[in-house]
């Protein structure tokens, strides 16, 4: 799987369902055992490629990421300037 192709997976599930957990795509890219797609940080936790994730923002500029709860959603109305609320 290319970085593009991870990026344009997490676009489709991203839109079938109006959100992303960064979990189940890192996990999902984890399976290619390329560090490039996914990762594990320091800490433990699984983490989707930094290169996908420049290749998943350019595809979609309306999302928003919750750092909290650790996804990406789209954006409200509501929400302020930025990708991450």
């Given at each position: 799987m290319t970085l593009q192709?991870?990026?344009?997976?997490?676009?489709?599930?991203?839109e079938a369902k109006g959100?992303?957990?960064q979990e189940e795509a890192a996990t999902?890219?984890?399976?290619?055992?390329?560090?490039?797609?996914?990762y594990y940080d320091h800490n433990g936790n699984v983490c989707v490629g930094k290169a996908v994730l420049v290749a998943f923002n350019k595809l979609t500029p309306d999302?928003?990421?919750?750092?909290?709860?650790?996804?990406?959603?789209r954006r409200l109305p509501s929400d302020q300037l930025g990708r991450q609320q």
């Open positions: 192709e991870a990026a344009e997976w997490m676009l489709y599930q991203y959100f992303l957990y999902h890219l984890l399976h290619h055992q390329d560090e490039e797609l996914a999302a928003v990421y919750e750092r909290a709860a650790k996804f990406w959603r």
